[in-house]
């Protein structure tokens, strides 16, 4: 009987960590969008006053991965502001309460479209259902639960990372596919014409020209 009653409080605990991890995923400001040439994207969020934020961005494609990015408090101050980045993370404190402004600009580009990631994560992570309202220490299979939480929340972190670089990688390759093909089709074409002239050129030799 024992048994069955540890057995249905574990299963209990995976199930609150496995809705906890679907509620901060749903929640969570990361998103991947399209930024076209001479364009510029704001996005919005609210922040309460003493809240620790952190922004992270980063270009997967297009020109020459680089990207302007700017933040603003809600009384239009510059908190951040960079020129051309690739990747860059920011982290702030807010000062006030209200509306937060990030924009991506890609109007010094022309003709390259670019995709950008960002991430932008509001206050701290709240504990584990049912762990915060504990007056005294935790067992043994909550501190387990907590510890695998935290480490499904680096691996995450670290695939959502290697995902980036490996669409960023991928992408690269491809134009450096596409560059080398154009490159070779014009070697082609060029040996082609050569060897046609020096062909019409060497018969010219033996031909008898009429007087």
Known sequence: ???????????????LLWYFNLTLLVSAVELTFELPDNAKQCFYE????????????????????DVDMTLESPK????????????????????????YTVCFSNEF?????KLVYMDFQV???KPLPGIEEHLSAMTKMESSCTQVHENLNTVID???HHRLREAQGRKFAEDLNTRVMFWST??????????IGQIIILKNFFTEKKT
Request: negative net charge; contains cysteine.
């Open 186 to 195: 014009g070697e082609t074409l060029a040996i082609l014409c050569i060897g």
């Open 1 to 15: 009987m024992s048994r069955v009653i540890n057995l249905n409080h574990n299963l209990h605990l995976v199930y």
């Open 123 to 125: 206050g701290d992570e």
């Open 46 to 65: 609210e922040v309460t006053e003493g809240t620790l934020s952190t922004i992270e961005f980063q270009v997967v494609t297009g020109g020459q991965y």
């Open 109 to 113: 580009s022309t003709f390259s479209h």
């Open 76 to 99: 239009k101050e510059i908190l951040y502001k960079g020129i051309k980045k690739q990747f860059d993370s920011f982290t702030w404190t807010a000062a006030q309460t209200g509306v």
């Open 158 to 160: 670290y695939q959502t």
